[in-house]
Structures are given as C-alpha cells and as structure tokens.
C-alpha cells in the first residue's frame, strides 16, 4: 500500500529502525544544522530520520534527513531499492511491439494501472487534514521551526516545500522546490532559479500584466509528492501525476481556503498566499548544496493570505551544504528514474551517474555503445540539449563495459584514456544559477570529455590496446574452489 502521509512514512522509519527522536531542547538557529550534518555525514548505522520534538521557539516538532540514505528515499517513493524505479519506467517506455498474446495482455495491464494511478482528474475532498486547523487574519509564519542553517545565512529558510503555482496564460500547475527566506511573520522571499517553472510564470506574468500569482507552500504529505517537488519534469507536467503513478493512486487535493489553488489534502501545513511579480527584495546569503554561500540577490515577495495545518503539526525541513548529505538521494532518485528518459532519446545510453561530490550537475558520466567515428560527441551534445542537462558543466563518455557507478573506475579510464588536447569539447552555456565559479551568472563554460576506446576513422592510427582479462574457464576453475583455499 501507499504511504498516506508523512506520518506514515515517520511510523515506517521507526518500524524499521531508521529514526531517531530527539527529546533533548535544541535551538533551531544552527544547532540542528550542526546535529544533523553530523549524522548525515556519518557511517551507515548512525544516519538516521531525525525527529526533534523540543525545538526552541516553536511547539511544533521536526522532522529532518528523512530521505538521507539509499534505503529511505527507496522506500519513500514505494520500492525496495532505487533501481526498481528505472525498471518501471523503462518497462513502461518499452515502444517494442509485444510478442503474442500474453505481453500484448500484459501491457495493456500496465497502461491501465498508470491510468488508474494518475486518474483521469485530480482527487477532490471537501474535508482534509490540512484543514483541521485555518488560520487567515492572525496568520504568523512564527509557529513554524524554521531553521537558521548556517553563520552567514541571511535568516531563517524553508527548505522542504512543495510550492504550487499555475501558469498566468494556460492555467496549468506547476510544483517546485525552492527555498523560502522568512522576511518577517507574513512575507517570504521565493527563491525560484530562472531556469525553473515557478520564475516562467512569473515572466509570463509580468508579459500579460496579472499582478499577483496565487501561491501555496505545502509542507509535509505523502513522501513520494515531497519529492516529485524536486524532480525536472518538462515544462508543463504537473509533477503530482508523477507521485501518483508512484504511490500506485492518485494525490488527493481541497480547495485553498484563501487562493484559487488546489493543495494535497494529506499535507501537515499550507502557506496560502500570493507573489507579486514586480515586487523583489533582496534574498540571501543562503549556504547552499555547493558548498558555499550564495550571495544576495533580489527575489519576489510571497505574502501570506492564509495557513492550514494538522491539530498536532509536524514541519519537515532539510539541510544543505557540503555533501553528502540529504539531497544527494533525492538527486540519485531523480538520477534513475529519469535514465529511461534519457535512453528513450538516445538508446545507445547505458547508464549514467552524477556523482555527489560533482553536486550532480556539475558531472555527468555516461556509459555507451560505441558503434561509429564521433558516437561519443553526438552523446555529449545530446545530453546538452535534453531538459535541464543544458546545465552539465563536465560531461564524460566512456565504452559499454565501464561502471559509471563505480567512482574508482570511471576516474582510472577517464585519466588513462584521453588525449587531452585531441578529446575534450570546450564550448559555453547555460550554466546552474548557483554556479559562483562562472565568469557571468548562469553563463559559462562546460566541457565534454571522450574516454572511449578511439577508433581509426577518428585519426588514432596506432591500434586500440586489447584490455587486460582473465581467461573465462580459469575464473571458473578458481570460483569453484575458492571456499577451500582459506583465503
């Protein structure tokens, strides 16, 4: 079954052994930054869920690295491990003909339990969760625990949220992850990147001249929507559709109280309210997911119109900053999914893998089958021009038998197998809004890198070395007797 809501997934956690409760009183202004960077960071049986239920300044509890490990954000988005999520959707993106009766059967099967998942229309209730408790006129953003992460942030940010907007022309929903700054108890600053949904519609706004754009900010709910928040969809795709074929059914949504918008009706808070596009204020410092602080930069103003909650509210935040730490899951999820995406574009794909330490756009590495002189540059450009892979900074090819999971590996041919000033592409553009080591913001140089074997139509004129393999019949001999050697 689905996780229903957060709780859920908290109840799961434990169950399981994967939580830990914090009953001692901790401030939320960098205490809780410094507990759990120290628990993220640390060896597989102390990286725990965190639940603070003593936070200074607040009577909510807190719930942090919930998705901080392989396993959590496996069982987050309803699988045992994130590679079932890739075998899915490329089960379902298969555009092969089915052979017989059976598969035909089959597929039918898998297209109707899509169908069913996603539903035709959003789920309506009238009564939710979300709304046991509505606030409008003594609204104040103060209830909330929210962190000051690190020294030099410019205040206090929300980091986990679900912000919902529709496009000002077409009406269509767009969910994202962006980060909050708390200016005081009724306005926020709205940190959306140019790159993403919420930054079009407030461009398409101000072209169309609409002064507001409703907005509601959703804390908590099922796990798979807090992170469908995160993933880069294409424009236009409403990324609860994508939580729903994930949970196995629909999202289910109520009417905002305050704003014309739907919102998750299994949520812990709900911030309604409305951004004016031509209102910006200067947003940050921000330690961010590089490593380093993102300096001041102005950003539009969310006014507070409305907050609904759960009678007993628990306010689910995360923390950035040198990896590893929370969101190199959630990125590593995204990483799987979206692989049949890729590979539906470009089949010779066989994997790929953004490292963390690479803070995922900044390296992607890519597996291929090689099968023609410049296969790997047509990869590389490819990759350039697919969604928000426009923003690799560094992306490098290797032949079908490297792991590009493998760090270790991927790093021994990558060094071995290219001749710098023959096999590098050099050229510039779209680089993350984050990117501080670009000379122009979001504007910069990338590179792509060929370490596959180099063919003679390629100019390499002395012959490919043959790789170093163990005969196939003594690995069998020394397999089979292994156990006796005491080794």
Not at 66 to 80: K, N, P, T
Request: with cysteine; hydrophobic share 40%.
């Amino acid at each position: 079954m689905p996780l229903k809501d957060l709780r859920e997934f908290i109840d799961l956690l434990e169950t399981r052994g994967q939580l830990a409760r914090v009953s001692v009183p901790v401030s939320r202004d960098l205490e809780i930054t410094e507990i759990t960077d120290r628990v993220s960071k640390g060896p597989d049986g102390s990286n725990k869920a965190l639940l603070f239920e003593q936070v200074e300044g607040s009577d909510l509890p807190l719930a942090i690295n919930l998705f901080g490990s392989r396993q959590r954000m496996s069982w987050a988005l309803g699988v045992d491990d994130l590679e079932e999520l890739r075998e899915r959707l490329a089960s379902l993106l298969d555009l092969r003909l089915p052979q017989g009766l059976g598969g035909v059967l089959d597929r039918g099967q898998d297209l109707l339990g899509v169908l069913r998942s996603i539903g035709l229309r959003p789920a309506k209730v009238k009564n939710a969760p979300v709304q046991t408790v509505v606030e409008k006129e003594k609204a104040s953003l103060d209830i909330l625990p929210v962190l000051k992460c690190w020294p030099d942030d410019g205040g206090r940010f929300i980091t986990l949220p679900q912000v919902i907007t529709r496009d000002p022309e077409t009406g269509i929903r767009n969910v994202g992850m962006y980060r909050l700054q708390v200016l005081d108890e009724r306005r926020l600053l709205m940190h959306w990147q140019r790159h993403k949904g919420g930054a079009e519609h407030e461009r398409v706004a101000r072209e169309v001249n609409k002064p507001t754009i409703p907005a509601a900010v959703v804390l908590g709910g099922d796990p798979a929507s807090m992170w469908c928040a995160s993933s880069p969809l294409p424009p236009n795709i409403d990324e609860y559709l994508l939580a729903g074929w994930l949970r196995g059914r629909p999202v289910e949504f109520v009417d905002c109280v305050s704003q014309p918008l739907e919102v998750p009706a299994e949520a812990e808070i709900v911030l309604e309210g409305y951004v004016d596009p031509n209102e910006h204020l200067p947003e940050g410092p921000f330690g961010d997911h590089t490593g380093y602080y993102t300096p001041i930069e102005p950003f539009p103003v969310f006014h507070l119109t409305a907050i609904t909650r759960r009678a007993s509210s628990i306010y689910p935040t995360t923390v950035v900053g040198a990896p590893p730490m929370e969101d190199v899951w959630m990125g590593k999820a995204t990483e799987r999914l979206f692989m049949p995406l890729i590979r539906l574009f470009m089949p010779e794909v066989i994997d790929v893998c953004m490292p963390a330490s690479g803070i995922f756009h900044n390296l992607v590495l890519v597996s291929i089958r090689k099968r023609y002189p410049g296969h790997a540059r047509k990869v590389i450009h490819g990759l350039w021009g697919l969604g928000l892979l426009m923003l690799a900074k560094c992306i490098v090819v290797f032949d079908d038998w490297v792991d590009v999971q493998e760090p270790s590996q991927a790093a021994w041919q990558a060094l071995g197998n290219v001749d710098w000033a023959r096999d590098v592409v050099i050229t510039q553009g779209p680089v993350d809004h984050l990117d501080h080591a670009s000379y122009q913001h979001s504007f910069g140089g990338k590179i792509g890198i060929d370490a596959t074997a180099k063919l003679p139509e390629e100019g390499y004129a002395r012959g490919w070395p043959k790789r170093i393999e163990m005969d196939p019949q003594v690995k069998s001999r020394i397999e089979a007797i292994w156990g006796q050697l005491g080794l």
